[in-house]
């Protein structure tokens, strides 16, 4: 059927009627007073929403660029830093930092593993010479489902006391607490097709002062990445460049509907449509990718042994028109993955699993009581 | 009166209604089938539209960062390169040639005045040991209504042949004759919300053969900017990046349009429309700022001595609802620009000149016959 499609992959993600109305009204000029204003309050929301008094910047880029934007402002070529790698944005973090001409360590693990906080520790604490400028660290990892132990590896950063903790909070943000200030996170980075609910085209990118100090004496080149005239503007609630206006006119709509939530609420419903989808997959007898135990309430990976998992995204985006996302590099058609980022009600949750339901048995999949996988998904929004 | 706007400045330009209700659409996956078939048919049009067989990118950024990556990605640190500097964005290319530590000449006319493309001969002439690796030209002066003679400039840079020439289209793309291939143009950058008819958010970059071989050695550092990367996803239909998409749903409609009504078409509305404003201005014994052999068809730029200039953008804003642009850095207060790039019609200026006689004796300016505006634009219409 035409129009009748359902995302339910991780960005772009659902986007609310106000906002998609929001994106519909005719631009207005960047350089106004009804502009400015609209962007003061943005702004406020956005620190609201970072838990900071700290800066938070928008750009025109997608979450790509805010992340780099985040990394580049604040180093010089040469500096050491360290990534952390467990898919495939901790990788191409450090591609950015290879392509800048930084000394990249990376601290590794599988696709579908968390990042080792102790592998981090050993590192930080045998530099002793302070040499380690930043440590880049995927919290949400899209391509995976998991979710990497910011808030302990964080303190084995503060330990070390020099290094810049960089936070790609692409899929993080919005959907679990990322409490800035209170961890003394330096970089925040994420976009907009997240959790923030609205389409991309948005980078948003919060600096700590001590990120800003760093900044003074940072070498990279840049200009339009440059943080610092972001920052300058942002504070006479303006932008250095033209910014996207109607996305940020929508983005204004939905951060609006945040504060309105409430984080709480907003972390718990992301809390509950994650245990609710990894209950429907057990239902089904399907392996999670990422364990309970550092699985993202952004996204869940399924692992169909057996099965090519692009099949069963075929049949369910043919028949029911939503959309599920694919495994990426070497995981394509390994696994598929569910996204419940943003806009995503129970309701979504609990079409998506009855789908699975009628997909898998067409493919030969019968390993699953009938209804298991919409009985285990409504057992958990009973009890939660 | 709310919702009443009339925008006249040069970006955001005015969005026709099929483009807002695009925007409006909920988004689509961009890993799909649907959005990579959209993909082919907008850079088919966008080779359409920039006169040329090579490779037109699409980037998730304004237009400054559209430049900037159609700069980047063909210099190397210390490379000597020309900027045309004739008001703020010719300032600005040079300012990213700074950044980036190029060693960075310019050449400079007076705000309001064109650029001697002679002065680029001499430089070029004097070049023999080919050091000059590129000469940066904004085709159309944005922030002064003056149009610069790219034609000409580009012979010389032709003549000298090892340079690029690399030109900021941001403003006359879509409003005049910029034939890539014909010229020889190596780089063409331009920005969405400007003769492209979609808001703010999305850059497009034209790269000739000759350029890509400078890639290969070019050694700026670059990511999120680097063209290679958005070279090999274009030729999939796909992105590097996550693109923005509902800006590109509505790309592609208004590039559809643009093709229905024909590139001669459009250069000869823009024509006429710049025409009417000046006669309209000259109607009403204002001072134009640039004279006419070398003005924009994108925007005109109106010095009214004796009268500050935002005291009529205000009454005009007021009463009539429709935004005129101010002028920029010294030009502040000193002169107003008339946007007539995009989805302008001939409706447009003679609702911004009939609100201009309807200002003007408010402040006291009486040195036209009442109605001698509307009459001499509606005498360029009736001519053309």
Known sequence: MEQKQMLMIPGPTPVPEAALLALAKHPIGHRTSEFSNMMAEMTE???????????????????????????????????RIIVGCNGKFGERWAEV????????????????????????????????????KAVIITH??????????????????????????IVDAVTSLGAVNVPMDD???????????????????????????KAWEAYKTAKLPRYY???????????????????????MVALHTTLRMMKEEG????????????????????????????????SSPAITAVAPQGIEA????????????????????????????????GFVSDRDILTCMASLEVALPELGYENFTPGAGVAATARVFAES
Chains 1, 2 share one sequence.
């Open 263 to 294: 984080l709480e609420a907003i972390f718990a419903r992301h809390h509950r449509l994650m245990k609710a989808t990894r209950a429907g997959i057990k239902g089904l007898n399907m392996s999670l990718f990422a364990e309970d135990s550092f």
């Open 97 to 132: 930092g290879e392509a800048y001409q930084l000394n990249v360590e990376t601290i590794t693990a599988e696709w579908g593993q968390p990042l080792d906080p102790q592998l981090f520790a050993q590192k930080l604490e045998a530099d002793t010479e302070k040499q380690i």
């Open 310 to 341: 692009d099949k069963i995204r075929s049949i369910v985006k043919k028949q029911f028109d939503i959309a599920l996302a694919g495994g990426q590099d070497h995981l394509k058609n390994k696994i598929f993955r569910i996204g419940h980022l």
């Open 45 to 79: 929301n956005l620190k609201w929403l970072h838990q900071t008094q700290s800066d938070v910047l928008m750009l025109t880029t997608s979450g790509t660029g805010a992340v780099e934007a985040g990394m580049i402002n604040f180093l010089s070529p040469g500096d």
């Open 183 to 209: 961890w003394g996170l330096d970089v925040v980075a994420s976009g907009s097709q997240k959790g923030y609910m609205i389409p991309p085209g948005l980078g948003i990118v919060a600096v700590s002062p």
């Open 140 to 165: 949400s990892e899209t391509s995976t489902g998991v979710i990497n132990d910011l808030e302990t590896i964080n303190r084995h950063v503060k330990n070390h006391g020099e290094a810049l903790i």
């Open 225 to 247: 990445l440059d943080l610092g005239k972001y920052r300058k503007s942002t504070a006479k609630n303006t932008t250095p460049f033209t910014p996207p206006v109607n996305l």
